[in-house]
């Protein structure tokens, strides 16, 4: 029964670590400029680093248009197959959208937090989401387990 925890535990922590850590590198390198490949793709062909910011961009914001896609795809079958209900589908849509703007709000408070003070805040964050899934009955793999819904989620949900 431990051993059923210890993986999603596991996975939750490197997915936020990488989560936070990628926001970090590319919060440090937006402040009116771009990443070193969008500047070296322009420099190296000519071209105007907005409209090479632009197809990342849009490549990027198809890639997350997907991704929402196969999760809300994914959420339907579940109601479907009678694993969720579609009243506990839309609490689940909610909250990703809600853990999204929360994450957002929080970004710059994490940055200033010792690797300590983030685990303890990633691990607060997880007993509430735990809490909340017990409450609505929504089985926890939905948020940590085999559907790994979080990491999806938290980037899904920030360009719709």
């Known amino acids: 029964m431990k051993n059923k925890y210890i993986f999603p535990t596991i996975a939750l922590a490197v997915v936020g670590l990488v989560l936070l850590g990628s926001h970090s590198a590319f919060a440090q390198n937006t402040d009116n400029k771009y990443p070193d490949i969008i500047q070296k793709l322009a420099q190296k062909f000519n071209l105007k680093e907005d409209d090479v910011k632009a197809v990342f961009d849009a490549a990027r914001k198809e890639k997350q248009d997907q991704m929402h896609d196969r999760f809300e795809e994914k959420l339907t079958q579940d109601v479907k197959d009678g694993k969720i209900t579609a009243a506990q589908k839309e609490l689940i849509i909610n909250k990703f959208k809600d853990m999204h703007a929360q994450k957002?709000?929080?970004?710059?408070?994490?940055?200033?937090?010792?690797?300590?003070?983030?685990?303890?805040?990633?691990?607060a964050k997880k007993a509430e989401l735990e809490n909340w899934a017990k409450t609505n009955g929504i089985n926890p793999d939905y948020l940590f387990g085999e559907h790994m819904f979080i990491h999806r989620g938290m980037k899904v949900w920030g360009h719709r």
């Open 104 to 123: 957002l709000n929080e970004i710059e408070s994490w940055k200033s937090l010792t690797p300590e003070e983030r685990r303890a805040k990633m691990e």
